[in-house]
């Protein structure tokens, strides 16, 4: 009998953390996956897709905070070329996008190192402002779009009425 009591104590505690994983690593959201090329970089963002349900993306977070601009995993940038984010350089390869939220109508674009539930400002690499506008419609789900203007990449991201928007460049 205490053999039996020693194996289902083992196996509820291997169900409690299968479980306990399953609902920490997967929220059922969707990823997200753009590319495009901007001059000559190939760019590509990857990030999760949230629903609103019933949310207002504004009321979720705080002047000063940062946000993962999805869910889930880290929304990252990989890109094949140096990129000039604002006036800094930042190298080839995959980085994290971060949106600091610096109040009313005030949105910075971020690329780091450090994702967002530990970021600080040591984990910056660079930086430029975003163009933050309110729209008619809403977007139910995290939408991201990179666009090339002539050369300069632009990142779009839609979530609600939220629409934010940065520019970047190849580095030369």
């Known amino acids: 009998m205490k053999s039996f009591s020693r194996i289902f104590l083992g196996f509820t505690i291997v169900l409690a953390l299968a479980w306990l994983t399953q609902a920490t690593l997967a929220h059922g959201n969707d990823r997200g996956d753009v590319k495009a090329t901007i001059g000559d970089a190939h760019v590509e963002i990857d990030y999760g897709r949230p629903s609103l349900k019933g949310r207002d993306p504004l009321s979720l977070i705080k002047p000063g905070q940062v946000w993962r601009m999805g869910s889930d995993a880290s929304t ?73 203007n002539y050369g300069t990449g632009e990142i779009s991201v839609s979530w609600g009425k939220m629409r934010l928007t940065a520019e970047f460049k190849p580095a030369m």
């Open 76 to 148: 990252t940038i990989d890109s094949d070329k140096d990129l000039l984010v604002g006036d800094t350089k930042v190298p080839k390869g995959k980085h994290i996008l971060l949106a600091r939220f610096d109040g009313p109508g005030k949105w910075t674009l971020v690329v780091s190192s450090k994702p967002w539930n530990s970021y600080d400002s040591s984990g910056k690499i660079a930086e430029t402002p975003m163009k933050f506008e309110q729209a008619e419609d809403s977007v139910e789900t995290v939408t991201i779009q990179i666009m090339d």
